[in-house]
């Protein structure tokens, strides 16, 4: 992760990172972790690949990407689906701006 995080602006690193209900559900969490470092990992997937994307495209407001994962329910008979995720980088009031991970087809959440 250092590799992507260090080619990244200090502004964009400063910023809060929040996931939409929806997102968190899909991209995160699990029905039944056998470990809680599972959902971790997982956060810490999604997270890393919104960053690859900032990075490539630093001054865009909102980036389409995506990751594999396995689904919510733990099935891995099937092995790791797509799921479309969207960056989106809200310019709030100033000094609240954040980035905020949503599905693909949804709105961000605004905060302020």
């Known amino acids: 992760m250092s590799n992507t995080i260090n080619h990244l602006p200090t502004t964009l690193l400063k910023l809060p990172v929040v996931l939409t209900p929806s997102a968190w559900n899909e991209s995160v969490h699990l029905e039944a972790p056998s470990h809680i470092a599972e959902v971790g990992t997982r956060l810490g997937d ?8 900032l990075r ?17 329910n733990a099935d891995r ?11 989106h980088r809200i310019d709030a009031v100033p000094g609240n701006s954040y980035l905020c991970i ?7 959440l605004y905060l302020f």
Do not use: C, H, M, N
Not at 46 to 53: D, G, M, P, Q, T
Not at 56 to 72: E, K, N, V
Not at 77 to 87: A, C, M, N, P, Y
Not at 102 to 108: A, F, N
């Open 77 to 87: 008979s099937f092995g790791r689906e797509w799921l479309e995720l969207k960056l």
């Open 102 to 108: 949503s599905l693909r087809d949804e709105k961000p």
């Open 56 to 72: 490539l495209q630093p001054d865009a407001t909102q980036i389409d990407f995506g990751i594999y994962r396995f689904p919510p």
């Open 46 to 53: 999604v997270v890393l690949e919104a960053y690859r994307e």
